[in-house]
Each structure stands twice: as structure tokens, then as C-alpha cells.
């Protein structure tokens, strides 16, 4: 996997420089190819901003390997999202 960032370090460091943290920002919702590919949430911006080029470069190098071709409807991106975030919030927590 090593092998595989350093081949594409160039691409992951462009993304690094487009999708910087905003100043407070505490998650990242990731749609890929118009499919929901990940949701991080972490409770204080400074633990945050400490681990967003990992998660972004762990989401950024998945869609990089295995690109699908053709145009993305961000309609259909965002209703996905949306889709999620609401089944999300209607989850329920069980014990093991």
C-alpha cells in the first residue's frame, strides 16, 4: 500500500490542497462516484484538523485505485447523502 501512495503522491497531494479543513471543522462526509463512501465525526476541532489529511488521503487513494468512468449527477450525490444521513439519524444504538 506504500508503494501505492508513493505512485500517486502527486494526485493525493493536489486533493490535500483543494479539500483543506475549514477553520473549525469537525467531520467529513465523503460521496464518491455518487455513492456514499464514508462519514468521520470527531468531537473537537483540534483532534480534528490533526487527522483530516489521513482520512482524506485514505478516501482520496480508494477512488483513485478503482475510478468509475462517467459523469457524476450531483442530484443523485446529494440525495444519497442525504439518504444516509437520515437513516443515520434514525438508528438506534444496541448493546453486544
Known sequence: ????FKARAAELEACARVLAPTAGQ???FVV????????DFIAHADAYAKLHP???????????IEPKPGAVEV??????????????????????
Open 32 to 39: 464518491i462516484d455518487g455513492e456514499v463512501a464514508g462519514f
Open 75 to 96: 442530484a443523485k450525490a446529494a440525495a444519497a447523502a442525504q439518504a444516509f444521513l437520515h437513516e443515520a439519524g434514525d438508528s438506534e444504538e444496541k448493546g453486544l
Open 1 to 4: 500500500m506504500q508503494d501505492v
Open 54 to 64: 489521513k482520512l482524506l488521503k485514505s478516501y482520496v487513494i480508494g477512488a483513485l
Open 26 to 28: 469537525t467531520g467529513l
